[in-house]
């Protein structure tokens, strides 16, 4: 089987290229060699590597640079994830694509399911959600699977941003009205691989035949607050700290260009029900991240 990797340097294409490596004849690409941005170069780039399955984990991810940079985000989130899956279709190839609890507004107090209305509020849920109606309107066999609060130990992500903080200041604080579910990268990745491992040689069929969109996040949900307390709890390194505990703040403390949702926990049973996949909650998944790191 051969499977084509878009955007292996992100948070989520690092640890998809490690576990994918097992499932069949695996090509990951990055820019330079694949340009989102420029739809037009996709299909050549597709037709060469002629794969049985495309997984897509590029995507411009500055949820407030998109703000400014309206032209680019809807081109590489909104426009190119629908080329790749016509071309996908075109070949009776398997499309895995990824988008985000963005595509909501906030305003449910209970999780996410998939049968909900999206209503994004910023330009980078707006640009994923079009991405999505891209990808269903190409037909063929498609999973979009929309995650939350990706992390992972590389890289300048919230998990860094909070260990970096409590090294550096002398008070620490963040969001408490703020909830979603962290969902690690690696846990992700494996999640996906369960999917596509499961039947080899029936992968394609049966994602055509369970074709959707589906919520796929670390379990249960937290505030920032919650997250960045656990973070500073998992630290191997407590002695490095200059803080021992992280206060209380409002998202109104810290303004930012893009507008998020104040709630978007996403309930995952309908993917359980489908593939038989669960992520681990959230804090367990955090600690065997952080535990690791540590090592
Ligand atoms: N991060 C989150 O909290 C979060 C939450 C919900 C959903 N998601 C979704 O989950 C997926 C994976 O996210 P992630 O956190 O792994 O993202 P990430 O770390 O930002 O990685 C995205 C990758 O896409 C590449 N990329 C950006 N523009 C590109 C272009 N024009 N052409 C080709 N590649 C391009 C990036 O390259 P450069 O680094 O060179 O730009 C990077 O390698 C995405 O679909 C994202 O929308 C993420």
Not at 61 to 75: H, I, N
Not at 134 to 146: H, K, T
Request: proline fraction near 6%.
């Amino acid at each position: 089987m051969r499977i084509l990797l878009i955007g292996k340097v992100g948070q989520l294409g690092w640890e998809l290229e490690r576990v994918l490596a097992t499932v069949g004849a695996l090509r990951a690409v990055d820019v330079p060699e694949v340009d989102l941005a420029q739809p037009d170069t996709l299909a050549p780039l597709v037709r060469e590597a002629r794969p049985d399955i495309i997984i897509n984990a590029a995507a411009f991810t500055a949820v407030d640079r998109a703000e400014s940079e309206l032209d680019l985000v809807r081109t590489v989130n909104g426009v190119a994830p629908g080329v790749l899956a016509e071309e996908a279709a075109r070949l009776g190839a398997a499309f895995v694509h990824y988008s985000t609890d963005y595509v909501f507004d906030g305003a449910k107090t209970t999780p996410y399911l998939e049968a909900d209305a999206p209503r994004p509020l910023n330009a980078y849920g707006r640009s994923k959600l079009e991405g999505e109606r891209a990808v269903e309107a190409a037909g063929g066999a498609y999973l979009i699977l929309r995650t939350s609060w990706v992390y992972s130990l590389r890289g300048s992500g919230f998990v860094s941003k909070v260990l970096q903080w409590v090294r550096t200041q002398d008070d620490v604080r963040v969001a408490e009205d703020e909830v979603s579910s962290p969902t690690w990268a690696r846990a992700l990745a494996q999640a996906t691989e369960q999917i596509l491992a499961a039947a080899p040689l029936l992968v394609v069929p049966r994602i055509k035949e369970r074709r959707g969109v589906y919520h796929l996040a670390g379990a249960g949900s937290a505030s920032r607050l919650e997250w960045a307390r656990e973070i500073l709890a998992c630290d191997p390194h407590p002695e490095e700290h200059k803080v021992k505990d992280i206060r209380p703040a409002r998202r109104r403390d810290f303004p930012t260009a893009a507008e998020r949702p104040a709630y978007s926990a996403l309930d995952c049973s309908k993917i359980e029900d489908a593939f038989g996949v669960r992520l681990p909650r959230w804090r367990e998944a955090l600690r065997l991240a952080m535990g690791e790191a540590g090592q």
